[in-house]
C-alpha cells in the first residue's frame, strides 16, 4: 500500500507541476504578445509622420535649438545630418524623435 500511495502522491504532483508549468507557460506567451501588439500598434509610420509634419505647418531647418548657443547649435545640427543618412524608416524616425527632443528640449 505504501508504494501505491506513493505512485499516487507522485503522478498527483507530476500533473499538478506539469499543469501549473502549462498555465505560466500560457500567461508568459499572452504577456508576449500584448506587449508586443500594444509597441507595434503605438508606433507612427513615416508616412504618417510626414503628413502630420506638413498638417502643423512645421519648418525646416529648425529656427533655433535650446540652450541656443554656437556650441550647442553645433552639434545638434550635426546629429540631424547623421539622422537623415539613416537608411531605415523606422530607424531614422527613431532618431528623429530623439534628436529633437535633444535640441528643442534640453534647458
Known amino acids: 500500500t505504501n508504494t501505491a500511495t506513493n505512485t499516487a502522491t507522485t503522478t498527483t504532483t507530476t500533473t499538478t507541476v506539469m499543469s501549473s508549468f502549462k498555465l505560466s507557460s500560457f500567461l508568459f506567451v499572452l504577456t508576449w504578445i500584448c506587449v508586443n501588439l ?23 531647418p529648425l529656427d533655433h535649438v535650446n540652450p541656443n548657443t554656437e556650441g550647442w547649435r553645433y552639434n545638434m545640427f550635426r546629429r540631424l545630418a547623421q539622422v537623415e543618412r539613416i537608411k531605415h524608416d523606422d530607424d ?6 530623439a534628436a529633437m527632443a535633444a535640441a528643442i528640449s534640453v534647458p
Open 92 to 97: 531614422r524616425y527613431n532618431g528623429w524623435v
Open 38 to 60: 500594444s509597441s507595434i500598434a503605438a508606433a507612427l509610420s513615416e508616412s504618417d509622420r510626414l503628413d502630420a509634419y506638413e498638417k502643423r505647418g512645421y519648418s525646416w
